[in-house]
């Protein structure tokens, strides 16, 4: 019972350098999403997909970009890390309808990422 | 735009005594509201939602959340609190007139204490 599955859980960056986030979910959903989540300010969203081949931007997309890879697979790209990327990332995935979210997320457990 | 409020930073609460979380919305359409916990290090679970139907709701660990419509509020309760309960909690709105997306609140962060 994986879940969503979320790679690495931690990860120590040098400002410029670059990396990708990976996501991976079996339970056949629709949507995935991209959040990150700093003290005091709950959780944002980054990137989503709906559904397999789309891709839209959440309230904080700048610094990042997404691949929806298939319909399983939803990875983060952080192209030139920055100190202010320095966060917990999470991803998660819903069976969402058209007419509102009624099913709620799953989440995975999470990427500790620090950019000095 | 749906937004989502948790006036409360941080709740403290005696072991036995009841606990409430407090949370508001606001959203176009119906909303779709929902409870998340999160424990140290560890991703957010979910612990009970409310889509239509009976105003109360009862979910995982003993918790239960109220939607009141006049009041644009989601309460989360329990009757009687355990130190194992401490946390931090997450409420979140989805709505009929916003897509698929879960708007989370800022947290609040639930001790309770012996």
């Known amino acids: 019972n994986a879940g969503v599955t979320q790679t690495p859980k931690f990860q120590v960056l040098k400002t410029g350098q670059s990396m990708t986030l990976q996501c991976a979910q079996d339970?056949?959903?629709?949507?995935m999403y991209w959040y990150r989540q700093d003290p005091g300010m709950g959780l944002r969203l980054i990137y989503y997909?709906?559904?397999?081949?789309?891709?839209d931007k959440g309230e904080v997309p700048n610094g990042y970009n997404v691949s929806r890879l298939n319909k399983r697979e939803f990875s983060l790209r952080l192209e030139s890390a920055a100190p202010s990327q320095t966060s917990v990332y999470f991803c998660?995935?819903?069976?969402?309808?058209?007419?509102?979210?009624?099913?709620?997320?799953?989440f995975g457990s999470g990427t500790r990422l620090t950019v000095v | 735009a749906q937004s989502v409020a948790q006036p409360e930073d941080q709740v403290n609460v005696a072991e036995g005594n009841p606990l409430t979380v407090k949370c508001t919305y606001s959203?176009?359409?119906?909303?779709?509201l929902f409870w998340y916990v999160q424990y140290p290090n560890r991703g957010l679970q979910f612990l009970l939602k409310?889509?239509?139907?009976?105003?109360l709701v009862k979910g995982s660990y003993g918790f239960e959340a109220e939607f009141n419509k006049s009041q644009t509020s989601f309460h989360l309760k329990k009757p009687s609190a355990l130190v194992s309960d401490s946390a931090l909690y997450f409420c979140?709105?989805?709505?009929?007139?916003?897509?698929?997306?879960?708007?989370f609140g800022t947290g609040t962060q639930l001790k309770v204490e012996l």
């Open positions: 998660a995935s819903s069976e969402a309808r058209e007419q509102g979210n009624l099913y709620g997320y799953t």
């Open positions: 339970m056949n959903h629709n949507s």
């Open positions: 997909s709906a559904s397999e081949g789309t891709t």
């Open positions: 959203v176009s359409g119906n909303p779709y």
């Open positions: 409310y889509i239509t139907g009976d105003n």
């Open positions: 979140a709105v989805s709505s009929t007139g916003g897509g698929n997306k879960l708007t």
